[in-house]
C-alpha cells in the first residue's frame, strides 16, 4: 500500500487549501481513510476520515464546519479541503488508510507541511 499526500503550502490565516492523498497498491472499497495532524511540539492528532465505500465522513471538533474530506473513486484518491485556516490548524499534515472492521492505522503516508501566517 502507498499513500502520497501532496497539497500542503504557505497560506494566510482565512485561506483555503486543499490536500490530495494518492493510494495505490490495493483496493480500498472496505478501508477507513483518515487524515491526522503534528504541530510542532505536540502529539499526532486526528482530523477527520471517511468510509470509502459509503462515502460517511466524520471530523475532530476544532475542523469541524471548515474541513471537508471527499474521495474520487477512479483516482483512487482522498482529498482535504481546508477553509477558514487558522494559525492553530499549522501542522504536517498525514493520511492514512485501515481496514474498516480494525481501528489501528497501519498505512501511512508521508506528511505534506501546511503553515497558516496571522
Known amino acids: 500500500v502507498q499513500l502520497q499526500a501532496s497539497g500542503g503550502g504557505l497560506v494566510q490565516a482565512g485561506g483555503s487549501l486543499r490536500l490530495s492523498c494518492a493510494a495505490s497498491?490495493?483496493?480500498?472499497?472496505?478501508?477507513?481513510m483518515g487524515w491526522f495532524r503534528q504541530a510542532p511540539g505536540k502529539e499526532r492528532e486526528f482530523v477527520g476520515g471517511?468510509?470509502?465505500?459509503?462515502?460517511?465522513?466524520w471530523y475532530e471538533v476544532s475542523v469541524k464546519g471548515r474541513f471537508t474530506i471527499s474521495r474520487d473513486n477512479a483516482k483512487n484518491t482522498v482529498y482535504l479541503q481546508m477553509n477558514g485556516l487558522k494559525p492553530e490548524d499549522t501542522a504536517v499534515y498525514y493520511c492514512?488508510?485501515?481496514?474498516?472492521?480494525?481501528?489501528?492505522?497501519?498505512?501511512w503516508g508521508q506528511g505534506t507541511l501546511v503553515t497558516v501566517s496571522s
Open positions: 492514512a488508510a485501515r481496514p474498516s472492521f480494525s481501528r489501528e492505522f497501519n498505512d
Open positions: 497498491g490495493r483496493t480500498f472499497s472496505n478501508y477507513v
Open positions: 471517511i468510509n470509502w465505500n459509503s462515502g460517511t465522513t
